[in-house]
């Protein structure tokens, strides 16, 4: 079954960088649009980024310049560059795999929190 | 980029069938027929349940069904089991490979 992996999270201070990192593994990871998908603590899901399989990039107003998603398809990674954070990207990040403008499999998220 | 509007609750008896709805505009949820509905449970990772406004992905109950008209589509849920509780998002292509979520809605059965 298809498995996706984030890591990478943590604490990090206000203006801080961090780096989020999903493995994927048992589907061609080349051939699909990977998303990036953050839950805020009592909040609902919010659509961050996505990377098509040419490479092609989307943002979310709320990070467009901040954040930077890229994909590594010889190692089967999708990642997520993350810089000026604020206290508002507090948040689970999930890495999704898209499928018919949907996301089929997530992963279980990774926890970023940004304080002082 | 607002957020898709849906209620915050929706609560039935075993059984039942519920309905959530899903309201955005004629630039998303009314331009494109990519309405996709998620299962959440917390501290787990999201389930699709529907996809392309109204298609079932395999292994998905067909007590789960889906419809749009106009700017607002809806999930029911038929026979609503214990399990079936948790958080429901509904999300709509928005142009330009941009996605928007709506706040969700928290299943409660009764």
């Known amino acids: 079954e298809v498995q996706l992996v984030e890591s990478g999270g943590g604490l990090v201070q206000p203006g801080g960088s961090l780096r989020l990192s999903c493995a994927a593994s048992?589907?061609?990871?080349?051939?699909?649009?990977m998303h990036w998908v953050r839950q805020a603590p009592g909040k609902g899901l919010v659509w961050v980024s996505g990377?098509?399989?040419?490479?092609?990039?989307t943002y979310a107003d709320s990070v467009k310049g901040r954040f930077t998603i890229s994909r590594d398809n010889a190692k089967n990674t999708l990642y997520l560059q993350m810089n000026s954070l604020r206290a508002d990207d507090t948040a689970v990040y999930y890495c999704?795999?898209?499928?018919?403008?949907?996301?089929?499999?997530w992963g279980q998220g990774t926890l970023v929190t940004v304080s002082s | 980029q607002s957020a898709l509007t849906q209620p915050a609750s929706v609560s039935g008896s075993p059984g039942q069938s519920i309905t959530i709805s899903c309201t955005g505009t004629?630039?998303?949820?009314?331009?494109?027929?990519?309405v996709s509905w998620y299962q959440h449970h917390p501290g787990k990772a999201p389930k699709l349940m529907i996809y392309?406004?109204?298609k079932r992905p395999s292994g998905v109950s067909n007590r789960f069904s889906a419809s749009k008209s106009g700017n607002t589509a809806s999930l029911t849920i038929s026979g609503l089991q214990a399990e079936d509780e948790a958080d429901y998002y509904c999300?709509?292509?928005?142009?330009?490979?941009?996605?928007?979520f709506g706040g969700g809605t928290k299943v409660t059965v009764l």
């Open positions: 004629s630039s998303d949820v009314g331009n494109y027929n990519l």
């Open positions: 048992r589907f061609t990871f080349s051939s699909y649009w």
């Open positions: 999704a795999r898209g499928r018919s403008y949907s996301s089929d499999y």
């Open positions: 990377i098509k399989s040419e490479g092609s990039t």
């Open positions: 392309e406004d109204s």
């Open positions: 999300c709509s292509y928005a142009g330009s490979n941009t996605f928007v």
